[in-house]
């Protein structure tokens, strides 16, 4: 497994996905406590549920597009 790639992924992902959600909570006029909590939690909750996926499908040789670490195999291409 290319856990390096993914914890590279994961580590640019986290800030990204936490500002956007606590912003929000923060915009829709909840404490600023309140939403930090709410970040932290749904992406952890959020990466998790996407992390054990992406291993899975790497597991089992499952290609996936978005996330392009297993080789597409086509056969009409040499």
Request: aromatic residues 12%; negative net charge.
């Given at each position: 497994m290319p856990i390096k790639k993914w914890a590279a992924q994961y580590g640019i992902a986290f800030p990204i996905i936490f500002v956007l959600l606590?912003?929000?909570q923060y915009l829709k006029g909840q404490t600023l406590?309140?939403?930090?909590?709410?970040?932290?939690?749904?992406?952890?909750?959020?990466?998790s549920i996407f992390a054990a996926r992406r291993a899975y499908n790497f597991r089992k040789?499952?290609?996936?597009?978005?996330?392009?670490d297993i080789p597409h195999q086509n056969e009409n291409q040499p």
């Open positions: 606590a912003g929000v406590g309140y939403s930090v909590e709410f970040g932290v939690i749904w992406t952890v909750i959020s990466l040789n499952i290609a996936c597009q978005v996330c392009n």
